[in-house]
């Protein structure tokens, strides 16, 4: 596992994201409700750019006509064939243990925390006074 | 399912999809707005356009009956950055589809104002017109990758068999159009005309579906959900198969080509099947049958890919490819909407490289001569 | 004791409302019939006299109609087939009447008729009730009627009524039907409401009963998507006359698109193929299938349930020659478990015994 420092938080907007480019593979970061969390950028369907999904509520129902939402933007729903993957872990919302998105740990650190290394951080500049997004690869 | 993709994307796969070029059969591109038409209709029906619109057999003016499931239907990541509506970008399309895939040829689908669900049948015959000569200078013109076909309504056919003339003259289209949802269905005497001089042309005739009727669509009535109606697609495709098969199309026009376009190819056996076994029971209805049903199905029918079927276990798809034939299949994309394949991962089955050239590329060079 | 084998589709035919249905009419409606002429009910989907209604070696010598008569049906179901028990399925018109009050009086006269003149007369014969599926409220009062005569084993609805029957409009009848441990078995044939195809009306007979396998394709999905087996747990549907071998492409395109699209249905929870394998059973005549024998174990193999086939042999209709209703190559064990083990889950009401 290796340590990216990627981005300072205040770079990904709330509700959105960012793909970056880590050891070839493109990961994809969105900020949801506070937190970031990090998938490979691909539906495991059929490659899709999840950076497009849309990030939608979890929908669930005890009977027809009722409809559950809870988890309200945490869910991921394929640009293209519109499956549902869970953004904390990737799992599909239809078949968890078979159809999951590669995910990746996520932290949150404080430049002054960071500039204790160590740490990839390649050409990004740490500042003291900054929160970072970290992914592990 | 064999492969799920939870890797990084391995170099090839950035820049071909294959090692074999593609003919993509089902592209769709869109107009800008209704201006675009402008110089390809005439006044006359411009001004019918802005006051009266689409008259179609739907409850709605401003959308389709069943709500997709993604915006115009479409994927999320087809929307042009310069503005505009997915398919409307002759650059984008070439940057996100066309180059990557490396799609040698093209064969566009145009479903714009609802082409052929026209109640006037004037108008609809109008804007077939612009939206053939659109298809050339839009896109044709500008890619030669990009193929355009003749769309024509069948129930105006005289307007039709008109129009089919005015286009075959250029030598610039491959295919003729139909629409698959006509007032009445596809193999009906009345339709055989255009039939005739598809024939004739040696231009294979093309049914996508999709449209809107007047009939339910489905046997049982009227679903509540897009997810009903989506799947009814199939059922419209393998209604126009049996109608075409038992009215005797093949029988009567016996080079004449006809390709399914987006009606995916998992109904095909059984229908064939479901055919050939009552055909005893019901051959003195259609004595003008010579053969059994299916065999004019292998011999004069083609089918595109797209939307392809997804069996739990690669096994099962490969079955269903031998069933239906690997010669009948012509791959397709349906770029740009949102239930499209991907050439790359779209087959969760193993295929030979023989097997691959022949879905992606040489049937459709057959079938349209390329 | 001969093998037990439950044969889960015969047609007894009704001669006429004037004739077979007459005595068992109410009062009001036996003047109506008469006065009116209200006869000639045969559903257009079965022409007695089309080839498909009545094999020629059951065809009454008289000219009635196949499966009118129950002598021949006897010999013919059950001496020539090998059927231990069959059940009767009344596919007349009755269900297809505007007037919702003389649909449920003439169906009500169906299940009079059948109790009295078939089911009485032979131990060994099973009915489904006939309902006004016109009328919800008229139909569950018809199964309430029946619901203490276990000799009726099902709830038989048409293929093609005037709405998919997936429609709250119908839930009442899946009430009771869950209640009373009756399976809602689909027939096919078609109430004639709308075209028969959603590409309109076809011109051969023949083209419409290749369209009836879609019509039990859009039920299915309307069945499923509408959240009826949510509602309705204990539910079994039973495809009858259906086809069987669209099944597995019709599974797969079901399950890819719920997969996209299953926020429209999120009562919805598990794949439609789960499903239809849990709550949807289906009648082995017509098979529809190759006539080779990988090709039968692959589709059997793709449907992938053992649990769903029901033997059946569609007597008097001509869906097979020779002797054996069973179609070509089925394995053995499966033969014997649609013969008997899954007719018995499926119709729960129905005792060998009784």
Redesign the interface.
């Known amino acids: 596992m290796t340590r990216h420092i990627v981005a300072r938080t205040s770079e990904i907007p709330a509700g959105g994201n960012k793909v970056f480019g880590l050891d070839g593979r493109d990961i994809v970061v969105f900020h949801v409700n506070g937190e970031f969390f990090a998938l490979l950028n691909r539906c495991p369907h059929e490659g899709a750019p999840l950076e497009k999904a849309a990030c939608v509520a979890r929908l669930t129902s005890p009977a027809p006509g009722i409809y559950q939402r809870d988890r309200v933007g945490e869910m991921l729903r394929c640009p293209w064939h519109g499956w549902e993957f869970d953004i904390r872990n990737g799992q599909s919302w239809f078949d968890p243990n078979r159809f999951r998105i590669r995910s990746y740990p996520v932290a949150v650190e404080s430049g002054a925390e960071l500039q204790k290394g160590p740490y990839v951080a390649e050409t990004f500049p740490v500042h003291i006074e900054d929160n970072y997004v970290i992914v592990e690869v | 399912m064999s492969d799920v993709i939870d890797r990084p994307m391995l170099d090839q796969e950035k820049t071909a999809a294959t090692r074999l070029k593609i003919i993509d059969c089902d592209i769709h591109p869109s107009i800008h707005s209704h201006s675009d038409l402008n110089e390809f209709l005439p006044k006359r029906w411009q001004q019918h356009l802005k006051e009266y619109g689409s008259h179609l057999r739907t409850p709605y003016i401003g959308t389709t009956p069943y709500p997709r499931s993604s915006p115009l239907i479409a994927r999320r990541d087809a929307w042009p950055p310069t503005g505009g509506v997915p398919g409307s970008d002759l650059d984008f399309m070439r940057k996100q589809h066309l180059d990557p895939f490396d799609v040698e040829f093209g064969i566009l689908q145009v479903l714009d104002l609802f082409i052929f669900s026209q109640q006037n049948l004037e108008f609809g015959a109008a804007i077939q017109r612009a939206i053939n000569d659109w298809q050339l200078a839009f896109w044709a013109h500008r890619d030669p990758r990009l193929k355009a076909s003749i769309l024509v309504g069948q129930d105006g056919s005289d307007l039709g068999l008109a129009e089919i003339e005015r286009c075959a003259k250029t030598g610039e289209y491959i295919q003729i159009n139909v629409s698959p949802r006509a007032n009445e269905p596809l193999g009906r005497r009345r339709y055989w005309p255009i039939y005739e001089r598809a024939q004739e042309l040696d231009l294979p005739l093309g049914i996508h579906v999709g449209g809107y009727g007047g009939h339910a669509p489905t046997g049982g009535g009227w679903p509540s959900y897009y997810c009903e109606e989506h799947q009814s697609n199939a059922h419209t495709v393998a209604s126009n198969l049996t109608s075409l098969v038992l009215e005797g199309v093949p029988e009567r026009f016996p080079k004449l080509k006809i390709v399914f376009i987006e009606g995916g190819f998992g109904w095909i056996p059984a229908t064939m099947w479901r055919m050939d076994q009552h055909f005893e029971r019901f051959r003195s209805e259609v004595p003008h049958l010579k053969r059994r049903p299916s065999e004019y199905v292998k011999e004069h029918f083609w089918f595109t890919t797209q939307p392809i079927d997804e069996p739990d276990e690669a096994k099962h798809l490969r079955q269903l490819i031998e069933w239906v034939g690997i010669d009948r299949l012509l791959f397709s994309s349906d770029y740009p909407h949102w239930d499209y394949d991907d050439a790359r991962y779209a087959f969760k089955t193993p295929l030979t490289e023989a097997e691959r050239r022949k879905i992606f590329n040489s049937n459709a060079r057959a079938v349209y001569k390329f | 004791m001969a093998v037990t084998r439950i044969d889960c589709d015969i047609h007894p035919a009704v001669g006429g409302t004037r004739t077979t249905l007459l005595p068992y009419l109410s009062d009001h409606w036996k003047e109506q019939v008469v006065s009116r002429a209200i006869d000639g009910l045969d559903l257009n989907s079965y022409p007695p006299s089309m080839?498909?209604s009545g094999r020629a070696d059951w065809r009454p010598a008289d000219g009635r109609k196949p499966g009118s008569d129950l002598a021949m049906v006897q010999r013919g179901a059950f001496d020539q087939l090998g059927a231990s028990h069959a059940i009767c399925n009344v596919v007349y018109g009755a269900q297809a009447v505007f007037d919702p009050y003389m649909a449920a009086d003439f169906c009500k006269a169906i299940n009079d008729w059948i109790a009295a003149e078939w089911l009485a007369r032979d131990t060994r014969l099973r009915a489904s009730i006939v309902v006004p599926i016109q009328a919800p409220d008229l139909a569950v009062e018809e199964i309430e009627r029946r619901a203490g005569d276990n000799r009726f084993v099902s709830i038989l609805v048409p293929?093609?009524?005037?709405?998919?029957?997936?429609?709250?409009h119908y839930w009442p009848i899946y009430q009771a039907a869950e209640k009373y441990r009756l399976p809602i078995a689909i027939h096919a044939g078609?109430a004639y409401?709308?075209?028969?195809?959603?590409?309109?009306?076809?011109?051969?007979?023949?083209?419409y009963?290749?369209?009836?396998?879609?019509?039990f394709?859009?039920?299915t999905?309307?069945l499923i998507?509408?959240?009826v087996f949510?509602?309705y747990p204990g539910l079994t549907v039973v495809l009858m006359e259906s086809?069987v071998?669209?099944l597995?492409?019709?599974m797969?395109?079901?399950?890819?698109?719920?997969?996209?699209?299953?926020?429209?249905?999120?009562?919805v929870?598990r794949?439609p193929a789960a499903i239809i394998r849990d709550h949807f059973r289906v009648t082995m005549q017509?098979?529809?299938?190759?006539m080779d024998a990988t090709?039968v174990a692959?589709i059997i193999?793709?449907i992938g349930s053992d649990k769903m086939f029901l033997f059946a042999s569609d007597y008097p209709h001509?869906q097979f020659d020779g002797d054996d209703p069973v179609p070509p190559h089925l394995p053995a064990g499966l033969v014997k478990q649609m013969c008997e083990d899954n007719p018995l889950e499926t119709f729960p009401r129905l005792k060998l015994s009784s």
């Open positions: 080839p498909l293929s093609q009524n005037e709405m998919l029957l997936g429609r709250r078609s409401r709308g075209a028969p195809s959603s590409i309109g009306w076809p011109s051969y007979r023949y083209e009963y290749l369209a009836e396998a879609q019509a394709q859009a039920q999905l309307s998507y509408e959240g949510g509602k086809g071998s669209w597995p492409a019709f797969w395109r079901a399950n890819k698109t719920w997969r996209g699209v299953r926020v429209e249905v999120p009562w929870e794949e017509p098979f529809d299938a190759p090709s692959d193999d793709q001509w």
